[in-house]
């Protein structure tokens, strides 16, 4: 069965220090998106994504965060300058299409710590 | 803003006591709402999308309904390996991000 994945699973930075989020979506999928679940928070919508653009962002998507499609199978997320309070679980989802009654099927996450 | 709620936060039962878990939502124009399960440290698994009210959809021991408000997810008979946070999420409006609740924790014991 397809699945999305994420690399890396675990990611320990320094404060300041610039990071690399990745993800393959579905093979066949079109849209791809951001979450993000502090620890004993909900999950947060971050960022959509398709055709190489930003379709939708949400306010906790600054201007230290961006997203990339660098080819055909991979998704990026960067966070520029890592603060403390951007410790958190980040999980990449995909679905075929990005009507809002498509079901979006999430990676198993980067927990990401910042130090 | 759209606004999902789920309760109880907690609940333990005993294997084979069937309950329910809650999810109310305040939503401007609900396209979908979203059932996930999550186990400590992974990501959410799509377990079913509801779209319009009277809806119900049913796998395995687990059977979703929805109305206007609010979602129930029913749980029959469960087993211990059913233990794990379930995530209530809606997309609204003309968008197509998630909004989620902050879950039910549900630990079945033998």
């Known amino acids: 069965e397809p699945e999305v994945t994420q690399t890396p699973s675990h990611q320990v930075t320094q404060m300041g220090q610039e990071v690399i989020l990745r993800c393959v979506p579905i093979?066949?999928?079109?849209?791809f998106y951001w979450y993000r679940q502090i620890l004993g928070q909900k999950v947060e919508f971050l960022v959509s994504f398709y055709n190489n653009e930003i379709s939708e962002k949400s306010e906790i998507f600054d201007d230290q965060f961006s997203v990339e499609r660098p080819d055909g199978s991979n998704f990026t997320l960067k966070i520029r300058s890592t603060k403390l309070e951007d410790s958190a679980m980040y999980f990449c989802a995909s679905s075929d299409r990005g009507r809002s009654t498509d079901t979006q099927y999430f990676g198993p996450g980067t927990r990401l710590t910042v130090l | 803003e759209d606004q999902v709620t789920q309760s109880p936060e907690a609940l333990r039962l005993q294997e084979g006591e069937s309950s329910s878990l809650n999810c109310s939502y305040t939503?401007?124009?609900?396209?979908?709402l979203f059932w996930y399960r999550q186990d400590p440290g992974k990501g959410p698994e799509f377990l079913f999308t509801l779209y319009s009210a009277g809806e119900e959809k049913e796998k395995e021991r687990l059977k979703a309904t929805l109305t206007k408000k609010e979602s129930f997810l029913h749980i029959t008979a469960p087993k211990p390996e059913d233990s794990a946070t379930y995530l209530c999420?809606?997309?609204?409006?003309?968008?197509?991000?998630?909004?989620f609740g902050t879950g039910t924790q549900l630990k079945v014991e033998l």
């Open positions: 999420a809606v997309s609204a409006g003309g968008g197509n991000k998630l909004t």
């Open positions: 939503v401007s124009g609900l396209r979908g």
């Open positions: 093979s066949n999928h079109l849209y």
